[in-house]
């Protein structure tokens, strides 16, 4: 079967194979250097200008603003020619390579290709021009930071070039194809690329990020893998001097630690060790997350209640010299939390729960407007005279987590919700039907500790019609709480369990 781009060297002049497989070391071109690049390897009597403007009209060419671009298919095809010499398409590669370090960035996408002036272009020409060192070192720096179309064509050229054999596999191109693919949100396709990585326990900043990522994905199912991992990278962190990776990991360390209560002491310890090192890096930002962080942790404990509100203003106020409005919104948001639980500061909780919303509603940031207005409903519920307030406020919450999908905050709401209407003697069919779908979504979420939760507030609703009805619901609650470990909640159904049997001769 005749390919388009076999088509279109049949009809076209003597030599069109040959500049075609030149043009196609580019991974997107300008007119001005297709012709300068036609230049290179030009067909007798056919200007530059004469040349692309026809390329223009072939069905492999696709368009990109000001630039274009071979398909992919027809790129592959040109690029299995054998018309080029070496000296051409190095000549090519020369020519962009030299664009990539001295051209003017001012021209990208105008006069010169953008890709050229991203690490994953320097790393794409140096590799076929034999500088393999040089390269890696492009690929790795286009391996961090946020995901970006650069960082994913960085994944996608480097692939091409260890398929090609231009590149050996290699940790760094393993590295950036496991980032890309994590940042996309395909984790699960990530994590064996990731477990490459640090089966290798090389000391190598890839190595060391690569185990911290894999800590914080398995955190979940596997505190223990995951604490094994976050204490290698942060080995690796200090051995090659990575201050900055060193004290992500040991706020990430923190962060499991501090979901054990008997180990509160060594996550704070770690969060201090953190925040010591960023203020050594000077990074304000950094300082501001695990401050966050470590005052959550203060907060479980009544006694230091006092430390915590010192610590979430600190955050706050660097936030606020950051400009960092998201960051404020979810710091003012944990402090009114802290707040509420006094009831003489219920007016300073509320004010912080409606500037952390208001400042969410401008940022566009549903998920925290919804998580915002369920914690003001909480407060508002507790006084009787507000419980419309409050009930406008979940459904707010419901509402607008139902538009995001997040059904584990709706079914957090809605039972929430039910609390609240429960209270009514004439709307407690109504609240039974919104704990009851909660129970629903909690099921479906397998979300043991929540299930477990809902029951025991349903048992409240059925106990006076159905005392029995409400044991079962208390027991399957507790059997839960057992399930999820948790013991607070077993110690709590334990004492609801006690207090039925008692009032109602059980």
């Given at each position: 079967?005749v390919?388009v ?8 002049p003597e ?13 997107s ?21 004469a040349f ?34 070496g000296?051409?398409l190095n ?17 990208a996408?105008?006069a ?7 690490d ?8 076929a ?26 994944s ?7 398929q ?8 760094e ?17 990530a994590?064996?690329l990731f ?18 990522v ?22 690796i ?38 925040i ?7 990074d ?7 401050l ?19 610590v ?11 400009d ?19 009831r ?12 952390s ?6 940022l566009?940031?549903l ?23 409050a009930?406008?406020r ?9 538009s ?5 905050g ?6 929430s919700l039910g609390?609240?209407?429960r ?12 704990l009851r779908?909660?129970n629903?979504?909690g ?36 059997d ?19 207090e ?7």
């Amino acid at each position: 079967m005749v390919t388009v781009v076999q088509d279109f060297i049949r009809s076209a002049p003597e030599g069109v194979a040959r500049v075609l497989q030149t043009l196609a070391v580019a991974e997107s071109l300008t007119d001005q250097i297709a012709e300068h690049l036609y230049s290179l390897a030009p067909i007798k009597g056919l200007s530059p200008e004469a040349f692309v403007k026809a390329l223009h009209y072939a069905d492999f060419i696709a368009p990109r603003n000001s630039e274009w671009h071979f398909t992919r298919e027809a790129r592959h095809q040109i690029q299995i020619l054998s018309e080029a010499t070496g000296e051409n398409l190095n000549a090519a590669h020369k020519t962009l390579l030299l664009l990539a370090s001295e051209g003017d960035e001012g021209l990208a996408g105008s006069a010169i290709p953008s890709y050229l002036f991203t690490d994953a272009g320097k790393a794409y020409h140096s590799a076929a021009l034999g500088e393999q060192e040089t390269a890696l070192t492009f690929y790795r720096k286009a391996a961090v930071g946020p995901l970006s179309g650069a960082q994913w064509l960085a994944s996608k050229l480097a692939g091409e070039q260890e398929q090609t054999g231009v590149l050996p596999a290699s940790i760094e191109t393993l590295f950036l194809r496991a980032i890309v693919l994590f940042r996309e949100g395909k984790r699960d396709q990530a994590e064996p690329l990731f477990r490459r990585i640090a089966r290798t326990d090389s000391p190598r900043s890839e190595v060391a990020i690569a185990m911290h990522v894999l800590g914080n994905h398995v955190a979940r199912r596997s505190p223990k893998e995951a604490e094994r991992l976050f204490r290698r990278s942060i080995e690796i962190a200090a051995q090659i001097g990575d201050q900055r990776g060193l004290a992500m990991t040991l706020h990430s360390l923190a962060n499991l630690l501090s979901r054990d209560r008997s180990r509160a002491a060594e996550a704070e310890e770690d969060y201090r060790r953190s925040i010591e090192i960023l203020e050594s890096l000077d990074d304000h930002h950094g300082i501001a997350q695990t401050l966050h962080s470590l005052a959550n942790l203060l907060s479980r404990d009544r006694s230091r209640a006092a430390e915590a509100e010192k610590v979430y203003r600190r955050s706050i106020e660097i936030r606020e010299r950051l400009d960092d409005r998201y960051g404020i919104a979810q710091t003012l948001h944990s402090l009114a939390n802290l707040l509420a639980r006094d009831r003489n500061r219920a007016d300073e909780a509320e004010e912080h729960y409606r500037r952390s919303i208001e400042i969410d509603e401008s940022l566009s940031n549903l998920y925290g407007v919804a998580q915002t207005l369920h914690s003001l409903a909480n407060l508002l519920a507790r006084d009787r005279n507000r419980a419309d307030e409050a009930e406008e406020r979940y459904r707010r919450s419901i509402e607008i987590d139902e538009s995001l999908s997040n059904l584990y905050g709706v079914a957090q709401t809605l039972h929430s919700l039910g609390n609240l209407l429960r209270r009514d003697p004439k709307r407690r069919s109504e609240a039974e039907g919104l704990l009851r779908e909660s129970n629903r979504i909690g099921e479906e979420l397998r979300n043991l500790r929540h299930q477990a939760q809902v029951l025991r507030s349903l048992s409240f609703i059925v106990e006076t019609r159905s005392p029995k009805e409400a044991e079962e619901l208390l027991k399957l609650s507790l059997d839960l709480n057992r399930r999820a470990r948790d013991r607070r909640g077993q110690n709590l159904v334990q004492e609801s369990l006690r207090e039925l049997r008692k009032r109602y001769g059980l």
